[in-house]
């Protein structure tokens, strides 16, 4: 299930970042990334992703994603190993024994999953949305502890 949900990220990305108007175009895309796929498995991806056909200015039919913010097309796209390597963390910010931390959008259950599942004594558990993670930090432990903690699970949060 792991490469198939990688398989189908690094389809996003390379629909958002590229004009592709055809499966051959997509599957040579994914080959070039590591994936080698059918086209019955593609097509299988594509209506799984919801994505469609779109005309471009120039006429011509390329591959789009459904409105999500995350996959916008960019007019400067970077390599999708590139994009994947861009950390879903945006920020962090305390209350009490609470702290919400704000994430790239459809990041925010993933990093929460990976702090649940650290066994990190510091923190009770976590709520996640979209792109925010509640936080609940046990009683006595410092925001500098809390923040010392999830650096184990989120290297850029400094």
Do not use: C
Not at 25 to 50: I, N, V, W, Y
Not at 88 to 96: H, I, R
């Amino acid at each position: 299930m792991k490469i198939k949900n990688t398989r189908l990220e690094t389809l996003r990305l390379i629909i958002s970042s590229q004009q592709l108007g055809s499966q051959e175009e997509l599957l040579s895309a994914l080959q070039k990334e590591g994936f080698k796929l059918t086209q019955a498995t593609l097509s299988r991806d594509l209506k799984q992703l919801k994505v469609a056909k779109a005309a471009t200015m120039s006429g011509n039919y390329v591959y789009v994603l459904p409105n999500e913010s995350m996959y916008k097309r960019v007019s400067t796209p970077s390599t999708v190993k590139e994009m994947m390597q861009m950390p879903g963390f945006v920020s962090l910010n305390f209350s009490g024994n609470m702290a919400v931390i704000k994430t790239r959008p459809g990041y925010a259950s993933s990093i929460a999953w990976n702090i649940d599942n650290s066994d990190l004594p510091e923190f009770l558990g976590t709520i996640a949305g979209a792109d925010t993670i509640f936080v609940a930090i046990k009683e006595g432990v410092s925001h500098s502890e809390a923040v010392e903690a999830l650096s184990t699970v989120i290297p850029n949060i400094k």
